[in-house]
């Protein structure tokens, strides 16, 4: 995970949601759920910090999010087109926010006892409006990176990469 930011209960969230964003736009799902669930590696995992059932949990949530938001993209089941269907990355992106989200919040509910309403004020940062601010500029930035690297075929994949290293680094 990239730049992980503590939520509490041992939760994070990263600069993996563009990334995430751009796979959901470039491939149909199974594909997507493919690359994510490779893709999904998570440092404490390595630090053993992590308990393998968490380590699953956090892999199939992310999964299933990135598979949904694919999904949501592929209107009708047509490969993403732009500008066509330029008004269904708001969906993706909140799909893959609100799949995750919701599963944590639930993961919360079952082995905290907490009530989700209690689950959400623990997993959404302070302040909020800077939260999903946040959100919509990393999901432009996914946007981008998956058009570059549809429209520019040969350079795509590395003008894509320079696009994203600095998220590493932020």
């Known amino acids: 995970s990239v730049l992980p930011v503590a939520l509490g209960f041992g939760f994070e ?19 997507a759920i493919a690359a994510t669930g490779i893709g999904s590696v998570d440092s404490r995992e390595f630090r053993r910090t992590v308990t393998l059932s968490r380590a699953l949990f956090n892999r199939a949530q992310w999964m ?3 598979g949904i938001a694919s999904a949501l993209v592929r209107v009708g089941g047509v490969p993403f087109q732009y500008p066509q269907h330029l008004f ?18 639930l993961l919360l509910k079952f082995e905290h006892s907490m009530t989700l309403r209690d689950a959400a004020e623990v997993l959404v940062p302070r302040p ?9 500029v990393l999901a432009g930035l996914g946007t981008a990176t998956a058009a570059v690297y549809k ?20």
């Open 88 to 105: 269904t990355i708001p969906a993706a992106a909140i799909g893959i926010l609100g799949v995750s989200l919701g599963l944590v919040a």
């Open 64 to 66: 299933l999010a990135v």
């Open 151 to 170: 429209h520019f075929t040969e350079l795509g994949a590395v003008i894509s990469t320079i696009i994203l290293i600095p998220l590493m680094f932020a």
């Open 13 to 31: 969230v990263t600069m993996a949601f563009p990334l995430l964003v751009a796979i959901a736009i470039l491939f149909p799902p199974s594909a």
């Open 128 to 136: 909020v409006a800077g939260f999903i601010l946040l959100q919509i």
